[in-house]
């Protein structure tokens, strides 16, 4: 069973009362780190697709494309390495912001504390938030996990070392849902759609 796996049957569970009554800034919950980004990232309004081998994130981009219909469109990406493994997927790239609504990246770390990701030059840019599309598609790894800002960019100093990526930004407030749509810290914030495939590799 992956990692992932106590989120569909087995394990502890944390009750809906407890999830639905707990506020912003009460205390993490003492449960995993992969099931504590999940509660959140579903709170923040993101759409979360795990996947267990690379096969299952083809067939779910595939999904992804056909509910929007999107087959026509152009995907916008700014990272080559991105590109180069879905090549055979049929799709367009481009990188031309102009022609695509439609933005697929990778990411530095999936944050447990409030759901959000995190990414950086080496996905974006020198590009802000709001200059993005408001379709986002991130394809990411299990072991991009990590429970808090703080040590996704301890992990980030300690990999990169002396050539730290700058533009270090995170994705938090996405669609708006029952949950957050009175969270005053996302007012002014680009609301995204945001797919995320998660690709399990542990």
Same mark, same amino acid.
């Given at each position: 069973?992956?990692v992932?796996g106590?989120?569909? $049957?087995? $394990?502890?569970?944390?009750?809906?009362?407890?999830l639905?009554?707990? $506020?912003?800034?009460m205390?993490?919950?003492?449960?995993?780190?992969d099931?504590?980004?999940?509660?959140?990232?579903?709170?923040?309004?993101?759409?979360?697709? #795990?996947?267990?081998?690379f096969?299952?994130?083809?067939?779910?981009?595939k999904?992804?494309?056909?509910?929007?219909?999107?087959?026509?469109?152009?995907? #916008?990406?700014?990272?080559?390495r991105?590109?180069?493994?879905?090549?055979?997927?049929?799709?367009?790239?481009?990188?031309?912001?102009?022609?695509?609504?439609?933005?697929?990246?990778?990411?530095?770390?999936?944050?447990?504390?409030?759901?959000?990701?995190?990414?950086?030059s080496?996905?974006?840019?020198?590009?802000?938030?709001?200059?993005?599309p408001?379709?986002?598609?991130?394809?990411?790894?299990?072991s991009?996990l990590?429970?808090?800002?703080?040590?996704?960019?301890?992990?980030?100093?300690?990999? #990169?070392?002396?050539?730290?990526?700058?533009?270090?930004?995170?994705?938090?407030?996405?669609?708006?849902?029952?949950?957050n749509?009175?969270?005053?810290?996302? #007012? $002014?914030?680009?609301?995204?759609?945001?797919?995320?495939?998660?690709?399990?590799?542990?």
């Amino acid at each position: 069973m992956g990692v992932f796996g106590k989120l569909f $049957g087995g $394990g502890k569970k944390v009750s809906k009362e407890t999830l639905e009554t707990r $506020g912003e800034h009460m205390p993490d919950l003492k449960i995993p780190v992969d099931e504590k980004f999940t509660i959140y990232f579903k709170k923040n309004g993101g759409k979360f697709i #795990y996947c267990e081998d690379f096969a299952e994130v083809s067939e779910a981009l595939k999904n992804i494309i056909s509910e929007n219909d999107w087959q026509s469109r152009f995907f #916008y990406s700014l990272d080559s390495r991105l590109t180069s493994r879905f090549a055979s997927e049929n799709i367009t790239f481009t990188e031309n912001r102009q022609e695509s609504d439609i933005f697929f990246t990778t990411c530095e770390h999936l944050i447990a504390h409030n759901g959000s990701i995190l990414v950086c030059s080496n996905q974006i840019k020198e590009k802000k938030l709001d200059e993005l599309p408001s379709n986002l598609i991130v394809f990411a790894t299990t072991s991009q996990l990590a429970d808090s800002i703080s040590e996704a960019l301890k992990i980030i100093k300690e990999k #990169y070392q002396k050539n730290i990526p700058n533009n270090i930004t995170t994705l938090k407030h996405f669609q708006p849902t029952p949950e957050n749509k009175n969270d005053f810290l996302s #007012y $002014g914030s680009a609301s995204k759609n945001v797919y995320l495939l998660l690709l399990e590799d542990y």
